[in-house]
C-alpha cells in the first residue's frame, strides 16, 4: 500500500454534557466519533458516545474489562481510568473514510515514568499512526514528530491532523486501539495506564478557528490551558473571543473558566486549573463534590475565565492602611449573564507559603477597575466564611463584574476581624501643598469611630460613620500618624501611617535583598537618588546610624533609609533576608551504573524537612522522567530505566539544586 501522508500536528501542553440534538464540541458539526466519561449508576466510569446519532456508524469493542471502578476526576468531570496493561478499549471504524482527520485527546497518566502509547490507528493489519506522551508517528514511513513535556504526569489536550494525499483502497478492517502497545514493532515505549476523559475524532482537517473552539471546550472543561504559539485565545461556539491573552498578557497563568455553552454541550459551573486544583476553584452557587451534581444554572452563552500572574503566594505588605495582601493577583473575565451568577471562590491555605497569624483571617480583594492598582472606591473586600476544614478556606455569594466592564481583578489578604481601607493622596514639598487621607473600615459592626493622630504635635481628629463608606480627611500634612479604629462590637484596630510628599527624594533600591552565606551586600543610595544635595542617614536593626550614602551589611534585618533634601524627607525600609543553607546533606544514588531494566534507587538527607523534585534527563537534554516527594528530612525514591546512556537527575529542594549522573548499560 503506498500513499504519502502529510502530517499536520498542532500540540498543546499547556461540562456535563447539555442534551442537545445540536451539541457539537466547539460547536464544529459533524465529529466523527465523540467520546466522554459517565459515572454509571453503578459506580463505574464508562465511555459513552456524546452524539445524538452515531455519524456512519462505528462499534465500540472492550478487551478485558470495559469500564474503570472507583472515581476518577479531572477538573471536577468523570474520567474513564484505562490501565493499557491489563486492559484494552478498541473502536471498529468498519468503513468509516479517514483519508484525513482531526483528532482531540484528553489524558493524564498516573505517572511520570516512561513514554507511554495513548492509541494508535490500524488498518488490514498494519499499525499506521500511533499517538504517545512523547511524538506521534507514521509507524509505517518511520516518520516521527517529537514533543517534549515538561512534566509527563500533567494532563494535556492533544490536537493532531493528517491529510493523506493519495487515496487507499477501502480498507477490510480499520480500527483505533486505545492504551495498549502495537502488537508489532519494537517501540521503546509501554502501555498507557491513567485517565482519557473524552476523545473527539473528525474526518477532516478543521480550520484554525474551528480547532480553537474545540480546544476552548476541552480547555474549559478539564481545566487545562492551551496556547497558540505563546498566548492563550478561547472561542465560545460561534467564533466570539471569549479570553484575549494579548489583552490579558500579564495574567497567563493557569487559565481556567466555568461557562455555559448549549451549542458546544458545555456546562462546567466549578472549575480549577487541572495543573494545580487544590490551591483556586471558583463554582456557581457553591462548589460540590463533582461537576455533575452542581444544580446551579448558569444563562446560556456566558463564561467566567481567570488566570493569574504567576507571582509568589506570599503575604506582603503593599500598602500602607490595608492588610497584607498576596502577590499573586489573578484577573477574571465576565462574558455573557454570568455576572447575575453568585458564586463560591475556595482558596487552599496549605500552600501558602505562609498562613495568616493566630487571630487573623483571610479575605478575598477584588478591583472592581480591572486595573490591579486597586484604588479608593473600587475595592470591594469579603472575609472568608468560618468552616471547620483546615486544607481550605472559602468565600461566598461573590458576583463578579457588577459594572458589566468585563473584567476584575483579585487577591487575597489577611487581617484581624475588622481592617482598614485606606489611600493616601500624598503632600507636596514644592510647591508646598498638603495632602488627603479617605479612610473607610471593612467587617465588624458599625457604627465605626475613627480617630487620626498627629503623632508630632499629637493633635487629634475624630469622626463616627454608620456605614462602610469612605470618609475623606483633607489638610493632611508630611509625618507619622496613628489611624484608631474601633466598631460597635469593641473590635479595635491600628496602625501607623507615614505620609510621605510625592516629590520627597528617592534611592532606586529595592525593598528588599538576600544575603548570601559569607557574601557581604553593598547598598549604595547614592547611584539612584533623584537629585543632588540630599543628605542620608542609614539606621540598621540594632539603632545603630550612618550618614555615608552606602553602607556594607553583614547582618540579616530591617534597615531604614532617610533621604532628606532641604528638608523634604523621605524614608525608606529595606528588608535584608538571610538565605538559607544548602540543605542537602547526603546523597547516595546505587546502584550506579545500573543494569538496562534494572532498577536504581536514590536517598536523599536533608537538614530539615522539606519536599524535593526530582528530574531525568537523557543525553540530549530530553526530560524522561519527573518524581516529586513530599515534606520530610529524608526521602527513598526508586525508579528504573530500559535504555542505555547516561542520564542526569536533577534535584531540587527549598531553592537549591543538585545534579548526578546516572549509567545504565
Known amino acids: 500500500m503506498k500513499n504519502t501522508i502529510f502530517l499536520l500536528l498542532v500540540i498543546f501542553l499547556h461540562g456535563e454534557i447539555v442534551n442537545s440534538q445540536t451539541a457539537f464540541p466547539g460547536g464544529v458539526s459533524a465529529p466523527s466519533i465523540w467520546l466522554g466519561s459517565e459515572k454509571t449508576q453503578a459506580g463505574n466510569m464508562i465511555w459513552k458516545s456524546l452524539l445524538s446519532s452515531l455519524r456512519n456508524g462505528y462499534h465500540f469493542e472492550t478487551l478485558g474489562q470495559s469500564s474503570s471502578k472507583g472515581e476518577h476526576y479531572l477538573n471536577f468531570n468523570p474520567a474513564l481510568f484505562l490501565n493499557g496493561f491489563h486492559q484494552e478499549l478498541r473502536i471498529d471504524l468498519e468503513e468509516m473514510n479517514f483519508p484525513e482527520a482531526t483528532i482531540f485527546t484528553v489524558y493524564q497518566p498516573k505517572d511520570a515514568y516512561w513514554e507511554k502509547s495513548l492509541w494508535y490507528y490500524e488498518i488490514d493489519g498494519t499499525n499506521r499512526l500511533i499517538l504517545t506522551t512523547h511524538r506521534v508517528a507514521d509507524l509505517e514511513r518511520l516518520n516521527y514528530m517529537n514533543f517534549s513535556p515538561q512534566r509527563i504526569d500533567l494532563p494535556r489536550i492533544h490536537t493532531y491532523s493528517f491529510q493523506r494525499k493519495d487515496k487507499d483502497e477501502a480498507p477490510l478492517q480499520q480500527y483505533l486501539r486505545f492504551a495498549r502497545m502495537p502488537e508489532k514493532g519494537n517501540l521503546p515505549i509501554t502501555s498507557f495506564e491513567g485517565i482519557i ?277 483633607m489638610d493632611v500634612a508630611p509625618g507619622d500618624y496613628r489611624l484608631k479604629i474601633t466598631d460597635a462590637q469593641g473590635h479595635k484596630y491600628e496602625e501607623t501611617l507615614y505620609i510621605q510628599s510625592a516629590d520627597a527624594p528617592s534611592s532606586g533600591l529595592k525593598n528588599s535583598y538576600l544575603l548570601k552565606p559569607g557574601q557581604p551586600l553593598r547598598l549604595d543610595a547614592v547611584s539612584g537618588t533623584s537629585t543632588s544635595a540630599v543628605s542620608y542617614c542609614w539606621i540598621g536593626p540594632d539603632g545603630s546610624k550612618s550618614y555615608s550614602p552606602g553602607i556594607t551589611v553583614s547582618t540579616p534585618g530591617s534597615y531604614q533609609l532617610i533621604l532628606n533634601r532641604e528638608g523634604c524627607e523621605s524614608r525608606q525600609n529595606i528588608r535584608i533576608s538571610q538565605q538559607g543553607e544548602d540543605p542537602f546533606k547526603d546523597l547516595a544514588l546505587f546502584p550506579n551504573p545500573v543494569n538496562i531494566d534494572g532498577a536504581f534507587n536514590l536517598k536523599i538527607a536533608l537538614s530539615q524537612p522539606a519536599p524535593v523534585e526530582v528530574f531525568m534527563y537523557d543525553s540530549s537534554g530530553r526530560l524522561v522522567q519527573n518524581r516529586s516527594s513530599g515534606s520530610a528530612r529524608d526521602h527513598f525514591l526508586s525508579g528504573k530505566i530500559n535504555a542505555p546512556g547516561n542520564y542526569v537527575l536533577k534535584l531540587i529542594s527549598m531553592g537549591f539544586t543538585r545534579s548526578l549522573t546516572l549509567t545504565v548499560e
Open 197 to 473: 476523559p473524552e476523545f473527539i475524532a473528525f474526518d477532516r482537517v478543521l480550520t484554525p478557528d474551528e480547532r480553537m473552539r474545540v480546544e476552548t471546550y476541552l480547555s474549559l472543561k478539564y481545566g487545562i490551558s492551551v496556547s497558540q504559539f505563546g498566548t492563550t485565545f478561547l472561542l465560545d461556539a460561534e467564533n466570539r473571543v471569549i479570553w484575549n491573552g494579548k489583552e490579558c498578557e500579564n495574567f497567563p497563568y493557569y487559565i481556567t473558566g466555568i461557562g455555559r455553552d448549549d451549542a458546544s454541550g458545555l456546562d462546567q459551573k466549578q472549575s480549577a486549573s487541572s495543573y494545580n486544583p487544590s490551591l483556586l476553584a471558583i463554582g456557581a452557587n457553591r462548589i460540590a463534590s463533582n461537576n455533575p451534581e452542581n444544580k446551579a444554572v448558569m444563562p446560556d452563552k456566558s463564561y467566567l475565565i481567570w488566570g493569574d500572574n504567576g507571582e509568589s503566594l506570599l503575604f506582603e505588605k503593599e500598602a500602607q492602611g490595608h492588610p497584607e495582601r498576596l502577590s499573586r493577583k489573578w484577573l477574571v473575565t465576565a462574558s455573557g449573564g454570568i455576572n447575575q451568577v453568585k458564586t463560591e471562590v475556595r482558596l487552599g491555605v496549605k500552600q501558602l507559603k505562609k498562613p495568616a497569624n493566630p487571630g487573623e483571617t483571610y479575605w478575598l480583594v477584588i478591583d472592581r477597575s480591572g486595573t490591579g492598582k486597586f484604588p479608593a472606591g473600587a475595592v470591594e473586600y469579603f472575609k472568608a466564611v468560618k468552616t471547620t476544614s483546615d486544607e481550605f478556606i472559602f468565600f461566598q455569594n461573590i458576583e463578579w463584574d457588577p459594572d458589566r466592564s468585563g473584567k476584575d481583578i483579585f487577591t487575597i489578604a489577611a487581617g484581624p476581624e475588622m481592617i482598614a481601607e485606606t489611600w493616601i493622596t500624598p503632600p507636596q514639598c514644592n510647591p508646598r501643598e498638603n495632602g488627603r487621607i479617605q479612610v473607610g473600615a471593612a467587617g465588624g459592626q458599625p457604627p465605626y469611630r475613627f480617630s487620626l493622630i498627629n503623632l508630632a504635635d499629637q493633635s487629634e481628629r475624630n469622626w463616627v460613620t454608620f456605614s462602610s463608606d469612605l470618609e475623606e480627611v
